[in-house]
């Protein structure tokens, strides 16, 4: 079975096991075919909303009553759902996605939590064990040039490696996500 990876990132509002994804991005990847299979952008209202951070709408740039706007948790739970089923055949458990995420742990816990929030049990259906964490790769492959770098942050890493440009939508996840991938292309095709 060809390797195929769910690039993601989440933008969420606050770093507990309490707090919700608000954004979701990313794309579904054949590693075989080099080709993006599915991309999605989801934005929603989390079921939550009594312990946003202030840190955390001030890091992506969205205020509480942005934040209600957008459809329910519930309602992008379900899109989002749809097309794992569209993709993966949850019932083959050779047939799941392998994770990668840049600080993957974090974001790994986060989509654990949204799908425990929203009812579903099955998340190890969907998904191999173990993310890749893009951040952990770029470590190894700047390993002689690391403690030259300010910090390791994803825009840091991404501007240093040349695949992104000093733009302010850091912290959209659908930015972050495709810098993740370029991280992450950049590493592979270097070798």
């Known amino acids: 079975m060809t390797p195929r990876y769910l690039f993601f990132d989440t933008e969420t509002t ?6 919700c994804i608000w954004q979701i991005a990313g794309r579904i990847y054949d590693l075989e075919k080099r080709e993006v299979l599915k991309e999605f952008n989801f934005k929603m209202c989390p079921a ?10 001030e890091v992506g740039g ?7 706007t957008y459809p329910p948790q519930r309602e992008v739970f379900k899109k989002f759902m749809a097309m794992l089923d569209g993709t993966v055949d949850k019932f083959n458990k050779k047939d799941k996605l392998f994770m990668a995420a840049y600080n993957a742990k974090f974001d790994e816990r986060m ?12 998340f190890g259906s969907y998904f191999f064990n173990g993310a890749v964490d ?41 930015y972050d996500i495709e810098a993740t991938f370029q991280v992450w292309a950049k590493i592979d095709s270097d070798g």
């Open 62 to 68: 969205i205020t509480l009553e942005e934040m209600k």
């Open 134 to 174: 893009v951040m952990a790769l770029a470590a190894n492959h700047l390993r002689n040039q690391r403690h030259e770098m300010e910090n390791f942050k994803l825009e840091t890493v991404a501007l240093h490696l040349g695949v992104a440009d000093a733009s302010t939508e850091w912290h959209d996840a659908a």
């Open 111 to 122: 989509l654990r939590n949204w799908f425990a929030q929203n009812g579903e049990r099955y």
């Open 48 to 57: 939550r909303t009594d312990n946003v951070s202030p840190k955390a709408l």
């Open 14 to 19: 606050g770093t507990g096991n309490d707090h």
